[in-house]
Every structure is written in structure tokens, then in C-alpha cells.
């Protein structure tokens, strides 16, 4: 009844690690597209609208998750406070200091500061904008292609390293 038991723990154990692997491949994808629609909001709002980028910022924060929502509303507070800062500075340090919970790669948090910084220029931004939101479309493919293959492999992986074990212990 001990060794059921043992095994069914382990077995357990295994398919959790595969879960938390795909949940992370998961999370990726969603933080990349719910970045794109952050930062393509805020091309539309400063296109159309002419709205200072503080508000801007404001606006894109409503309805999103809350790491993003933190980020945005940390940026466009210290813009309003400071109106000299250096926005691309306040990128980098709000994405520095939601590393933990941003489960984007280096490179595609630096794209994500690029267009920030992109955003904020006031004449032929779309030019450049549009360069960095299809590198983003890229980036968001590559990620729906490597959820696709990846979350085979871990699933498959942990039930076999479950196996290993339970076979190991017996």
C-alpha cells in the first residue's frame, strides 16, 4: 500500500513539474499579445487622439493584467511628476523590477522598450513603429510555435521522468 502510495505521489510530482513548464510557455504567450495590444492602443491613441503619453499610459493600464497595469501607471505617474525623466530610463526600470513576473526573454523586452521609446517621438514615429510591431507579430509567432512543440515535450518528459523514478524505487 506504501510503494501505491510512493507511486502515486511521484506520478503526481512529475505531471505537476510538466504543468508548471507549459504554464510558463503559456504565460509567455500571453504576455507578449497583451503587450502588443498595450503598446498598439497607445500608437492609435497618440495617432488619433493627440494625447499627451502620460495619459496614454493611463488609458492602456485599464483592463490589463496586474503586472502591466503596475508597470504602465508606475511609468506615467513618474512621467507626470518629472516632466524632464527619461521615459526610456522608467521602462527599464519597471521592467527591471517585475523581472520575476515578466516571463518575457531579454530580447523581446528590449523591442518592448524600443517601441516605447518609439512612441514617444513626436513626428515620423509610425515609420519606426511599424517596423518594431512587425518584429513584435514575429516575436508572437515564434512564441505560438515553441508553446506548440514545447508542451508536447514537457508533458511527455515529466511522465517519463515520473516513471524513471517510480522504476528506480522499486
Given amino acids: 500500500m506504501l510503494k501505491f502510495a510512493g507511486i ?8 505537476g513539474l510538466g504543468r508548471y ?8 504567450l500571453k504576455q507578449l499579445v497583451e503587450s502588443r495590444e498595450i503598446f498598439t492602443g497607445m500608437d492609435a491613441g497618440r495617432e488619433y487622439l493627440c494625447l499627451p503619453y502620460a495619459q496614454l499610459l ?12 503596475e508597470m504602465l501607471e508606475e511609468v506615467a505617474s513618474e512621467m ?3 516632466r524632464e525623466a527619461d521615459a526610456k530610463s522608467l521602462w ?14 531579454e530580447e523581446e523586452t528590449e523591442l518592448l522598450l524600443a517601441l516605447s521609446g518609439c512612441l514617444l517621438l513626436e513626428e515620423n514615429h509610425t515609420k519606426a513603429a511599424r517596423i518594431y510591431f512587425m518584429q513584435l507579430e514575429d516575436k508572437i509567432v515564434q512564441a505560438m510555435e515553441e508553446k506548440k512543440e514545447k508542451q508536447k515535450l514537457y508533458s511527455t518528459v515529466s511522465v517519463l521522468l515520473g516513471l524513471f523514478l517510480v522504476i528506480i524505487l522499486l
Fill in 80 to 82: 507626470e511628476k518629472n
Fill in 8 to 15: 502515486f505521489l511521484i506520478l503526481t510530482g512529475a505531471g
Fill in 21 to 28: 513548464l507549459i504554464h510558463d510557455l503559456n504565460m509567455h
Fill in 58 to 69: 493611463r488609458r492602456a493600464a485599464k483592463g490589463r493584467t496586474k503586472v502591466f497595469a
Fill in 92 to 105: 527599464e526600470r519597471a521592467f527591471d523590477q517585475r523581472k520575476n513576473q515578466l516571463f518575457l526573454k
